[in-house]
């Protein structure tokens, strides 16, 4: 067990002068896990997460790559529909781990996640003519940006092979036995998969949501299946040693502290949209109640040339969390150069990944020094091993975290505001009243 939490290493040197010498709050850490494990606090109906990866391997994961070979078979590209949490998963995982397709790798399109009609135009030159299957992906069935989004691209595929053959190219993951888009999905006969019940839209990138894309990208999503189930396992460890309570007593103590904003930085761009699978994460799993960490990000190096000055001196209310995988996947070293007419004869020969760890040095003790504490999260490389317990640990000490702090980790109120607002101005059927209210005041305004 210990062997393998070390393939997650919380470093929180960086941010001891915030500390008493014993360190942040592990008794509290320890009772948030606990009523986790025992089912026992708020939203426990929605931790159906943490033995995901055991039910799957167990249940739809021989479907899944089925499907996938079929669609790595036949597709030049899977257009995978979704929003929130039915996306940033499967876009984090095929952006960290596939970035540029490899020969035989169909191109994962993305759409849904916008209403933008130059967004969708983009998409659809990129699709150009090339054979393609559809995977749509909603737990409820119902949110607009994808639902419209596959509408669109349905007829295309429906004009391309008919509306027969077409049957064939849709996959749809969606709840078990509620929705409009199961129910199209049983009268169509079109492929499904299960958002299970028991897990929410953010946690459910290790389902057959995250996994089916990741699948037709070419990962390898048995070994992510695999190390998930050692990392979960492994992180149900009830000690100060287990890296998710480290993550999360550090961040709360920090937050008590006004460190208000947390920045997950990476100096791998092929992160960003991990990040952005993050921010959603712990964004509507802490921001509630009137409190909650704002969750950010940044892309070093080429934000430190924009966001730098902030960081450094700006309002110290940040706190600021670096992601980094130890060893490089490639490697380069700087030429020498006769004269050395641009003044770098001084790094001939060292090796890009160790000037890099000095740059991230730097700015660490640059940060230090400007009062904003470091929290580091490492693991050994950017492969399918790193990306599960990546995933399993931000999801773990994200529970922990949200419990610590009071709240209901798994619910999201919040979010129904904005879409009840938009279904009655756009003069969906059963919200009159509120069309009636919104207009009067939009009226009043102008
Ligand atoms: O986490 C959430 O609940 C949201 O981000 C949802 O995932 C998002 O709104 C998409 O919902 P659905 O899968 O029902 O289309």
């Known amino acids: 067990m210990r062997e393998g939490i070390a393939m997650i290493k919380v470093d929180l040197s960086g941010a001891a002068g915030f500390f008493d010498p014993a360190g942040p709050d592990y008794a509290a850490a320890a009772r948030a896990h606990r009523a986790l494990l025992e089912h026992s606090g708020a939203g426990a109906e929605f931790t159906g997460w943490l033995d995901l990866p055991g039910r799957i391997q167990n249940g739809e994961l021989k479907q899944i790559l089925t499907a996938a070979s079929r669609i790595r078979g036949r597709a030049q590209a899977l257009v995978v529909v979704g929003i929130g949490g039915s996306y940033l998963g499967a876009k984090g995982a095929v952006e960290l781990l596939r970035p540029h397709p490899q020969p035989g790798d169909p191109k994962i399109l993305f759409a849904g996640n916008s209403l933008s009609p130059d967004a969708l135009m983009h998409l659809l030159e990129e699709l150009g003519d090339l054979d393609f299957d559809i995977n749509v992906v909603s737990k409820s069935g119902t949110t607009l940006e994808p639902a419209l989004a596959f509408r669109m691209f349905r007829g295309l595929l429906e004009a391309k092979y008919g509306t027969e053959k077409a049957k064939k190219h849709i996959f749809a993951t969606t709840d078990a036995h509620r929705g409009v888009l199961k129910q199209m999905a049983d009268e169509e006969g079109w492929e499904t998969f299960v958002v299970p019940d028991d897990v929410g839209g953010r946690y459910s990138v290790l389902s057959a949501v995250g996994l089916l894309p990741m699948a037709a990208a070419g990962i390898d999503v048995q070994t992510v299946i695999g190390e998930a189930i050692e990392a979960f396992t492994a ?198 009243d509120r069309k009636a209210e919104l207009e009067a005041k939009l009226t009043e305004k102008h």
Not at 366 to 388: M, Y
Not at 414 to 425: D, H, P, R, S
């Open 235 to 432: 992180m149900s460890a009830q000690s100060p040693e287990n890296p998710a309570w480290q993550y999360a007593a550090a961040r709360q103590h920090l937050y008590r502290l006004g460190k208000t904003t947390e920045i997950l930085a990476c100096y791998e761009p092929s992160f960003r949209f991990m990040a952005e699978w993050w921010k959603q994460l712990y964004g509507e799993s802490e921001g509630k109640n009137g409190i909650g960490i704002f969750p950010a990000s940044v892309e070093y190096n080429a934000d430190l040339h924009s966001m730098g000055q902030y960081i450094q001196d700006g309002p110290r209310t940040l706190m600021e969390t670096v992601v980094s995988f130890e060893q490089p996947l490639n490697e380069f070293s700087v030429p020498f150069a006769m004269g050395d007419p641009d003044r770098l004869n001084y790094l001939a020969g060292r090796k890009l990944s160790d000037i890099s760890r000095m740059a991230q040095e730097a700015v660490k003790a640059a940060h230090i020094t400007g009062g904003v504490p470091n929290l580091e999260v490492r693991v050994p490389k950017r492969d399918e091993a790193g990306f599960a317990w990546l995933v399993c640990f931000f999801e773990l000490a994200c529970a922990i975290s949200g419990y610590m702090s009071g709240v209901n980790p798994f619910d999201q109120p919040g979010v129904e505001a904005y879409k009840k607002n938009m279904f009655a101005l756009l003069g969906k059927p059963g919200y009159e």
